[in-house]
């Protein structure tokens, strides 16, 4: 869990990077960084926006304008199937997640295992001079829920 010191650093060090590139501190922005960094694993549009912290200062378009900025300025990454609900995760240095997606009911949940694809990043690093190489992967499926919904029902095949 992040101290309260932790959250207005890391708000400053967002909001210094997004202040280089021309966007404005605001209450609102620093409201969101934190509700997110709290939260430590992906949320909805909705679940920000009706959290008690961004309900009492800012409307869901307001959430949903910020989640964008900070998306294109690579503060927030976007998971999720593009006809289902969609999560956003804040990007933390040397944090790193991967995530299973329910192609059923759109379910996300994290993978729980080391990644080996840092090995391959270093090695990309070396053999293509490339410098600060990172990867998010997703790996789609049907959850456990949905798996069992099907069968119960008849439907075993995808098509």
């Known amino acids: 869990m992040l101290s309260h010191s932790d959250l207005d650093s890391l708000s400053g060090d967002i909001a210094d990077r997004l202040r280089n590139r021309g ?27 009706q959290s008690p912290r961004l309900s009492e200062n800012c409307d869901p378009a307001t959430v949903y304008r910020l989640l964008m900025k900070l998306e ?60 600060h190489i990172y990867h998010e992967l997703e790996f789609f499926g049907i959850c456990p829920d949905c798996h069992t919904g099907r069968e119960q029902s008849g439907h075993t095949h995808c098509c």
Do not use: W
């Not at 966007?23 to 926006?49: F, N, V, W």
């Not at 593009?82 to 804040?90: A, G, K, P, V």
């Not at 391959?120 to 001079?129: D, I, P, V, W």
């Open 23 to 49: 966007l404005r501190r605001t209450r609102a922005l620093d409201l969101l960084i934190e509700e997110m960094a709290l939260r430590d694993k992906p949320a909805t549009i909705a679940d920000l926006s």
């Open 72 to 131: 294109t300025h690579g503060v927030v990454r976007r998971l999720g199937l593009h006809d289902r609900s969609t999560y956003f995760i804040l990007i933390l240095p040397n944090r790193h997640h991967d995530y299973l997606v329910c192609t059923q009911c759109g379910r996300i949940s994290e993978v729980d295992m080391a990644c080996p694809v840092h090995t391959l990043e270093r090695k990309l690093e070396k053999a293509s001079g490339f410098h």
